[in-house]
C-alpha cells in the first residue's frame, strides 16, 4: 500500500476534534503508552499541563508535525485499541499503513512476531515483579543492619529545582543579560523543598539527587525500593535500583537486557520470562522506574547525545556510559522515571545530556533531628552516659555542626561514646576538628580489637600502615570496592573485625557472584589515606603538593572527573594541628620521628599560607580555604586569610553549617572586621545560628530571590546579637510585608549600625543606584521616568555624583513625581543622596520635604532652587543647614511656601537677623525655624524674642540642637547664649499653656534661670518631657524644682543628668518621684547623692512601676546594694546604668539575685566598678534564666583578660571589651 505521507498530517488535521474528543474519555494506562511516543522534552513541558483534555490536545498538535512515521504509529494504536465510528475508523486505517518500526523513538527494536500479534504474557510480568519485589525487600533488610534511627523517607528533605538550559558557570564567552538573570532567576532555577518519597510519585520524570559523602543517599534508594516493593508508587510497575560501584566491575559492552537482567536480576522464569519482560518494558516505559546510586563512583564519563549512533537495539551490546547517556536523553525507555544519585561535583556531563531534568539536594539534619538520633544511639547504653553524652553533642559547637550530616552524626556518637566510656568526661578533652574526631573513630574501633593496649597506635602500629596505604591505593585507582584476592588475608581478618572494612555482595560481569570489601565509610578511606601521605616517607614533598588542592563546588564541561577526594585536603591540614603531632610520631617512628613529622605539617601550612594571600579565590574555594585553616586551628593562618581579603564574597553556592562554621572560625580567630556577603547562596535555617560566633563582622549582605520571610524571621533574631555590625543589606525577591516588618524591629535593636538597606523586587520597596557615578543629563532622565518604575519606598543614590549642580538636578522630584514626598541632599558625614516616596513616611500627609544639609550651598545655587520649585506648592519643609556661604542670597527664597525653615549651623550671627526679617515677613505660611548651632549671643536672642509677637504663623523657633516650639517644645542645647539670654529666652514663654516638652540642655541656667522655669511649670500640664542636663543646678535649686515638678502629672521622661544635686534634691525625690505615675525615663547621672541620698532615690524607685529606662551613672557612692534589690519592682525596666560608682561584688550578687525576675531587661551597664571573678561569675549564672537580658557591660572592672575570655566562652552576653 502506497500512502502518501502528507495524507496522515491532513486527516489528522481534519479529523482531531472527533479524536480528542474520543480519547478525552479514556484510561490513563493507555494515554500514557500514547504520551510515550513524544520525545522527553516536548513531553515533560506536557505533563505540567492542568487538565486531562488540554494534554491531549499537546499530544495531537505534536503529531500534526511530527515525523509521518510516528504519526501513522498513533493512528495504528488508536484503532487497535478503541472502539469508534466505522466511517472514523476506515479512513484512519486508510492513512495508517501497515506497521514500520524504522526512524521512530521507540519502537527502533521489532519485538518477536508472536509480539507483534498479542501483548506480552502478563503472568511473566507479575512473576517477575514479584520476584524483584522480594529482592528488594531482602537487599534492604541487609542494607538496614546497624542502622540506628528509622528511616522515614516522609522526613527526609530534598532541595529540588528544575534545572533550564542557563548554567553560571557553563558559559564560554559571555556572562547572561541581565533580562536573563530577571526571567531565569539568578542560579537560573527556582527551588521547592519536597521530600525523598515524593521523587518518584511523578512519572516520566528524570532527578539528579546530590548529597554529600555521608548524606545517605544509598541508604534512601534501598528504602525507597523497599517502599515501593510494598506497594508504594504504584505508577511504576517495575523498579530496578542498580549500585555504580558494581557497574565498575562490568568491563565489556553489555546490551539493555543484560544490564537490568544480570547486573540487577535474572528472570527465574528463563528465557521465556525475560523476552516477556523485555517486551514489556519496552512498550510501557512510562511504567518504568530505574534507580542509579553513586555516579560519582562511576570510573567513566557518559557520552554526550551527539556522538551515539541514531539507532537503538536493546539486544545489542553497548559501552556503559552509551547505555546511561541514552536512559539519560531519552532515546532509550523514553517516558521511563530515571532517579540518578551523585555526590555534588561530578555531575556536569549528565546535566548536559538533557535540558529538562530536576536537580534534588538532600538536606541534613537539623537540631532535633541530631537529638532524636543520639537519643536512639544511647538508648540502650545507661541512662548517664546518654545524658552525658547528648548533652555534650548538642552543647558542643562544633560536634553539633558536625552532626548536621547524617554519617558525621553517627561518628560523633560512636567518638563520644568511646571517650565516655573510657572515663574522660572533662569538655576540654572533646575534638574540636573533623581530622580530630576521625583520630577518636580509629582509636575506638582499635579499642574492640584483641590486645589492644594502649596506645592503640603503637600497639597496631602494623595493621594501621597497612590500611593507610590501601586505603590510598584505592584513592589514587578511583576505587571504593577491594575484591578479597586484594587485600592480605591477615590485615582482612583484622580489619574486619575492627569494623574498618565491610563486606558487600559483588555481582560480576558474566553474572555469577562473590564478594568484596570497603571501607565502613568513603570518609574513612579519605582519613586513612591522609594519614599514609602525613606518615609514609615514600610521599616526597613534590606529591604531597600535587594531592593537596582547594575543591570547588563549581564544575565546567572541561574539568576532568574527579572520584574520591571531597576530604582528603581536610584530613591533610588537620594532621598539620598541634594536636595531631603525637599521633604522627607514633606511626613514623624511629630517629628524628618528631622532626620529620613537623617538617610535613610544617609543608601543609607552608601550601595553605600561599593559598591565604591569594586574592583570586572562587567563593567555593575560599569556604574550602575556611575549613582547611579551621582543621589546623591556626588563630595566625586566620588572620592572614582575612587580611587579604577585606569581603568573604560567596556566590551561588549551597552552604551547610559546617562551611558557616568554618567561616565564624576564621573571622573570629583573625580579630579583623570584615564583611559577608552572600548571593544567591542557597542555605538552611540552621546556618544563621552559627552566625552570631563571627565576632568580627563589619557588615552583612544577602542577596537572593530565595529568601523569604521564614529567612528574615530567623535573620531577625540573630541581627541583634552582632555587637560589631555596621552595615546591613537585605536584598531578596521572595520578601512580604511581614518578613520586612519583622528585620524592622529587629534592626531597631541594632543601633551600632549605621547603614541598612531592605531591598524587596516583590514589594519594590527600595532601589539602590549608588556609587553609579551619574551625570547631569542620566540624573535629568530618571527624573523624567521616574513615574515609570514602581517604587514605594525610596531610591538611593549616594556616590552617585559629587558635583552640587548636579545632584541640584534631583529637586525636580518634588515637582514632577506626586509619589515623591522628600528629597536628601547630604554631603557630609554620613553622605545621604536619596528620593523618598509615600510608602517609606508613616501617617503621610500632602506636604514634601527636602533637605539640602552640607552642599556648599551659593547664591546661584538657590537661585536654580527656587526654579526647580516654582511649581511644589506642597513644599512644607526646607532644611539647607550647614551651607556657610548664602546668606547674602538668603532673601531669594521668599519665592517658596515653606512651612519649616532650618538654618542649622550656617554661621548666622545677630546681624545676620535683621536681613533674615525680611524673609520671615514673606514667608507668611512659615511656622518653623530652626537656628541651632550658630552664633546668635544676647543680642541675636533678645532680638528674636522681641520679634516673636509680629510673626503670629510662627510657632516653633528653634535655637538649640532641635526642635524648639513655642505651642509644644522648647530646644536649647550646648548654646552661646549664656545665662542672660537663656532667662529671657524663658520669660517670652509665659502663657503658652500646651508645652509638652522642654529641653535645655548645657544652657548654664543657674539658680535664676531654674526660677524663672518654676513660674511656668504650674500652668503646663501636659508637659511629658523636660530634660535640664549640665546646667550647673544646685542642690538647693534642684529641690524647689522638683517641688514645682510634682504638678506635672503627665511627665514621662526626667533627666537631671551632670548637675550639682546631692542630699536635698535626693530626699525631695522620695517624695516627688512617686507621684509622677506616667513617668518612664530617669537620668539622674553625675551628681553627688552619696549613700544617703541613694537611700532616698531607692525608696523612691520602688514605687515606680512604669519606668524602663533608669541611669544612676556616678552618683556619688559605691554603696549601692540597696538600689541594686530595688531593681526587682522595676517590672518594666529595660535599660539599667550603675556605671562609674565604684561597685564591688556585693551589688553584682544582689543583681544576679534579682536578674531573673527582671523579665524585660535588655541592657545592664556596670562599667568601671570593682567587680572581680566572683561578682562576674555570679551574674554569668544568673543570665542562664534571663532569656530578655541582651548584654552585660562590665568594661573596666577588675577582671584579667584570660578570665574575661573564660566567661565569654560560656555566655556570649558578658561584654568586656572596651572597644
Not at 485 to 500: I, R
Not at 514 to 543: C, N, P, R
Not at 687 to 701: E, G, K, R, T
Not at 856 to 863: A, I, V
Request: aromatic fraction near 6%.
Amino acid at each position: 500500500l502506497d500512502v502518501d505521507l502528507e495524507d496522515v498530517h491532513n486527516v489528522l488535521t481534519q479529523e482531531i476534534h472527533e479524536l480528542i474528543d474520543i480519547l478525552s474519555n479514556q484510561e490513563d494506562d493507555f494515554l500514557n503508552k500514547l504520551f510515550g511516543i513524544m520525545e522527553r522534552r516536548v513531553l515533560e513541558q506536557l505533563l505540567h499541563l492542568a487538565s486531562h483534555r488540554e494534554r491531549i490536545m499537546g499530544l495531537l498538535d505534536y503529531l500534526r508535525v511530527a515525523d509521518p512515521a510516528i504519526c501513522r504509529r498513533f493512528l495504528q494504536m488508536v484503532c487497535m485499541n478503541y472502539d469508534m465510528p466505522m466511517r472514523l475508523e476506515s479512513r484512519l486505517m486508510s492513512v495508517a499503513g501497515p506497521v514500520t518500526c524504522n526512524h521512530t523513538l521507540v519502537d527502533e527494536y521489532t519485538p518477536s512476531q508472536e509480539s507483534c500479534v498479542k501483548r506480552p504474557r502478563m503472568d511473566h510480568v507479575e512473576s517477575y515483579k514479584a520476584s524483584v519485589s522480594t529482592f528488594l525487600q531482602q537487599r534492604w533488610e541487609k542494607v538496614r543492619q546497624g542502622v540506628v534511627k528509622e528511616v522515614r523517607l516522609e522526613e527526609a528533605w530534598v532541595s529540588l529545582r528544575n534545572r533550564n538550559p542557563f548554567r553560571p558557570r557553563d558559559r564560554a564567552e559571555r556572562g547572561p543579560s541581565p533580562s536573563e538573570l530577571q526571567e531565569r532567576g539568578e542560579d537560573g532555577a527556582v527551588e521547592d523543598k519536597v521530600t525523598v518519597e515524593s521523587l518518584l510519585h511523578s512519572a516520566a520524570q528524570i532527578t539528579l539527587l546530590l548529597g554529600q559523602a555521608g548524606s545517605g543517599k544509598t541508604l534512601l534508594m534501598y528504602c525507597l525500593g523497599q517502599r515501593w516493593a510494598q506497594g508504594a508508587f504504584p505508577s511504576s510497575q517495575l523498579l530496578f535500583l542498580l549500585e555504580f560501584r558494581q557497574l565498575n566491575l562490568v568491563v565489556q559492552p553489555l546490551s539493555l537486557k543484560e544490564l537490568l537482567f544480570r547486573c540487577f536480576l535474572s528472570p527465574e522464569g528463563g528465557e521465556e520470562e525475560g523476552v516477556a519482560v523485555l517486551d514489556f518494558i519496552l512498550h510501557n516505559p512510562e511504567k518504568i522506574c530505574l534507580i542509579f546510586d553513586g555516579y560519582d563512583e562511576f570510573h567513566t564519563k557518559i557520552t554526550h547525545l551527539e556522538t551515539q549512533s541514531s539507532s537503538f537495539d536493546p539486544l545489542c551490546p553497548v559501552p556503559m556510559a552509551e547505555l546511561i547517556a541514552g536512559l539519560c536523553s531519552g532515546r532509550i525507555l523514553p517516558g521511563c522515571t530515571l532517579l540518578i544519585t551523585c555526590r555534588p561535583r561530578d555531575v556536569t556531563d549528565l546535566e548536559t545530556l538533557v535540558d529538562c531534568i530536576r536537580i534534588g539536594w538532600l538536606l541534613g539534619f537539623n537540631k532535633s533531628s541530631v537529638k532524636e538520633y543520639a537519643d536512639q544511639y544511647f538508648q540502650d547504653r545507661g541512662e548517664d552516659l546518654k545524658k552525658k553524652a547528648v548533652g555534650h553533642l548538642l552543647s558542643n559547637h562544633q560536634l553539633l555542626t558536625m552532626s548536621y550530616l547524617p554519617a558525621l552524626c553517627h561518628i560523633c556518637c560512636v567518638c563520644l561514646e568511646h571517650m565516655f566510656s573510657g572515663g574522660m568526661s572533662q569538655t576540654q578533652a572533646l575534638p574540636t576538628t573533623l581530622t580530630q574526631v576521625y583520630l577518636q573513630i580509629l582509636f575506638a574501633f582499635l579499642s574492640q580489637c584483641p590486645g589492644s593496649d594502649p596506645p592503640v597506635l603503637e600497639t597496631f602500629w602494623a595493621e594501621v600502615t597497612q590500611l593507610s596505604q590501601l586505603a590510598m591505593r584505592g584513592l589514587e585507582a578511583s576505587r571504593i570496592v577491594f575484591l578479597s584476592e586484594e587485600v592480605p588475608s591477615n590485615l582482612l581478618d583484622f580489619a574486619t573485625k575492627a569494623g574498618l572494612l565491610s563486606l558487600v555482595d559483588l555481582t560480576h560481569e558474566n553474572g555469577s557472584k562473590g564478594q568484596g570489601y570497603v571501607f565502613m565509610h568513603l570518609t574513612m578511606q579519605e582519613f586513612l589515606g591522609a594519614l599514609h601521605i602525613m606518615t609514609s616517607k615514600d610521599i616526597t614533598e613534590a606529591l604531597l603538593r600535587k594531592k593537596f588542592n582547594l575543591k570547588s563546588r563549581w564544575t565546567t564541561k572541561s574539568d576532568p572527573k574527579n572520584v574520591f577526594t571531597d576530604s582528603l585536603h581536610l584530613y591533610l591540614c588537620g594532621f598539620a594541628a598541634p594536636a595531631c603531632s603525637s599521633y604522627l610520631i607514633q606511626l613514623v617512628r624511629g630517629v628524628g620521628a618528631a622532626g620529620w613529622v613537623n617538617k610535613r605539617q610544617a609543608l601543609v601550612l607552608k601550601i595553605l599560607r600561599s593559598l591565604a594571600m591569594s586574592t583570586t579565590l572562587t567563593g567555593p574555594k575560599l569556604v574550602e580555604l575556611c575549613r582547611c585553616v579551621q582543621e589546623t586551628q591556626d588563630a595566625q593562618l586566620a588572620r592572614e586569610v582575612v587580611g587579604s581579603r577585606p569581603c568573604f564574597e560567596l556566590r551561588n553556592i549551597r552552604l551547610n553549617p559546617v562551611d558557616l562554621d568554618a567561616v565564624a572560625f576564621v573571622v573570629s580567630s583573625a580579630g579583623i572586621g570584615c564583611g559577608l556577603d552572600f548571593g544567591a547562596c542557597s542555605m538552611e535555617l540552621e546556618c544563621l545560628d552559627i552566625l552570631p560566633s563571627c565576632q568580627h563582622i563589619d557588615y552583612l549582605i544577602f542577596r537572593s530571590r530565595k529568601y523569604d520571610d521564614k529567612f528574615a524571621d530567623k535573620l531577625s533574631c540573630i541581627l541583634p546579637r552582632l555587637p560589631t555590625m555596621k552595615r546591613f543589606e537585605f536584598i531578596c525577591g521572595n520578601l512580604t510585608d511581614v518578613g520586612a516588618a519583622k528585620l524592622a524591629k529587629a534592626l531597631r535593636r541594632c543601633p551600632q549600625i549605621k547603614h541598612a538597606t531592605v531591598c524587596c523586587f516583590i514589594l519594590c520597596y527600595v532601589c539602590s543606584l549608588s556609587g553609579s557615578h551619574m551625570k547631569a543629563d542620566t540624573l535629568k532622565a530618571l527624573t523624567d521616568s521616574l513615574h515609570k518604575l514602581k517604587i514605594s519606598k525610596h531610591i538611593l543614590l549616594n556616590g552617585s555624583s559629587k558635583s552640587v549642580e548636579e545632584l541640584m538636578v534631583l529637586t525636580n522630584f518634588l515637582s514632577v513625581c506626586p509619589d515623591v514626598v522628600q528629597v536628601n541632599i547630604s554631603l557630609q558625614d554620613p553622605v545621604d543622596v536619596s528620593i523618598h516616596f509615600t510608602g517609606s513616611i508613616e501617617n503621610h500627609k500632602t506636604s514634601k520635604k527636602l533637605f539640602l544639609v552640607g552642599c556648599g550651598l551659593r547664591s546661584s545655587h538657590l537661585d536654580l532652587l527656587c526654579k526647580n520649585l516654582e511649581h511644589c506648592s506642597s513644599l512644607t519643609f526646607l532644611d539647607i543647614s550647614k551651607n556657610f556661604h548664602f546668606l547674602n542670597g538668603i532673601c531669594e527664597i521668599n519665592q517658596l511656601s515653606d512651612n519649616i525653615l532650618i538654618l542649622v549651623d550656617c554661621e548666622v550671627q545677630g546681624h545676620h537677623l535683621v536681613s533674615l526679617l525680611t524673609v520671615l515677613h514673606r514667608c507668611a505660611l512659615l511656622q518653623e525655624l530652626d537656628l541651632s548651632h550658630n552664633s546668635l549671643g544676647r543680642v541675636g536672642v533678645e532680638w528674636l524674642c522681641s520679634v516673636l509677637p509680629s510673626l503670629t504663623m510662627l510657632s516653633l523657633p528653634i535655637i538649640g540642637d532641635l526642635f524648639c516650639s513655642l505651642n509644644k517644645k522648647v530646644t536649647m542645647a550646648t548654646g552661646s547664649t549664656g545665662e542672660g539670654a537663656t532667662v529671657v529666652l524663658l520669660a517670652s514663654l509665659e502663657g503658652l499653656s500646651g508645652m509638652e516638652e522642654i529641653e535645655l540642655e548645657g544652657m548654664r541656667m543657674t539658680d535664676k534661670g531654674v526660677g524663672e522655669l518654676i513660674k511656668h511649670l504650674p500652668s503646663w500640664k501636659g508637659l511629658r518631657k523636660i530634660s535640664l542636663s549640665e546646667n550647673h543646678i544646685s542642690d538647693q535649686a534642684g529641690e524647689r524644682l522638683l517641688q514645682a515638678l510634682s504638678s506635672c502629672t503627665a511627665l514621662e521622661e526626667l533627666n537631671l543628668s551632670r548637675n550639682n544635686l546631692s542630699l536635698a534634691s535626693a530626699a525631695k525625690m522620695e517624695l516627688v518621684l512617686p507621684t509622677l505615675t506616667h513617668l518612664q525615663v530617669l537620668d539622674l547621672s553625675e551628681n553627688r547623692f552619696g549613700p544617703v541620698g541613694s537611700v532616698s532615690i531607692s525608696k523612691a524607685l520602688s514605687f515606680m512601676k512604669h519606668l524602663t529606662k533608669i541611669h544612676l551613672t556616678s552618683i556619688g557612692t559605691s554603696e549601692l546594694t540597696g538600689l541594686a534589690g530595688s531593681l526587682v519592682n522595676w517590672i518594666c525596666a529595660e535599660d539599667v546604668s550603675f556605671a562609674w560608682n565604684g561597685c564591688g561584688d556585693d551589688v553584682a550578687v544582689k543583681l544576679s539575685e534579682v536578674l531573673p525576675q527582671c523579665q524585660k531587661l535588655r541592657r545592664l551597664d556596670l562599667e568601671s566598678n570593682r567587680i572581680s571573678m566572683k561578682g562576674a561569675e555570679a551574674l554569668a549564672r544568673s543570665l542562664q534564666s534571663c532569656s530578655s537580658v541582651e548584654v552585660i557591660r562590665l568594661w573596666r572592672n577588675a577582671i584579667s583578660n584570660s578570665d574575661a575570655q573564660r566567661l565569654r566562652q560560656g555566655e556570649k552576653r558578658l561584654n568586656f571589651s572596651s572597644t
